[in-house]
Nanobody
Framework: EVQLVESGGGLVQAGGSLRLSCATS????????IGWFRQAPGKAREGISC????????YYADSVKGRFIISSDNAKNTVYLQMNSLKPEDTAVYYC???????????????????????WGQGIQVTVSS
């Protein structure tokens, strides 16, 4: 059974930090791209970061570049999203997702713009107060 389980969300003041975790199981971790997405109320889902587990090369949306860092612990099949300098506009439900790696399209950040990932987590709330 495939599982992606997000943790680490919560309430934080503006300027603070949180680290989200995406613990995965049930698929060959190294063959996938793990993406982080978020959706705020009344807004479209936004791809904010992705990482090829086999090749690295992280990508970030402009809205989070320089503040968020994606990383992986391959021994734990887990991907992290370190979120620093949080702003109220970062408030959203955050999702991780796993998509099969395709090197023909990964480079250039295509995985930030697509939502047809194979597997999705249930989402976790992040709230940033001003």
């Amino acid at each position: 059974e495939v599982q992606l389980v997000e943790s680490g969300g919560g309430l934080v003041q503006a300027g603070g930090s949180l680290r989200l975790s995406c613990a995965t199981s049930g698929f060959t971790f190294e063959e996938y791209v793990i993406g982080w997405f978020r959706q705020a109320p009344g807004k479209a889902r936004e791809g904010i970061s992705c990482l090829s587990i086999s090749e690295g090369s992280p990508y970030y949306a402009d809205s989070v570049k320089g503040r968020f860092i994606i990383s992986s612990d391959n021994a734990k099949n887990t991907v992290y999203l370190q979120m620093n300098s949080l702003k109220p506009e970062d408030t959203a439900v955050y999702y991780c997702a796993a998509g099969k790696m395709d090197s023909r399209i990964y480079y250039g950040g295509a995985y930030l713009k697509r939502f047809d990932y194979n597997y999705w987590g249930q989402g976790i709330q992040v709230t940033v107060s001003s």
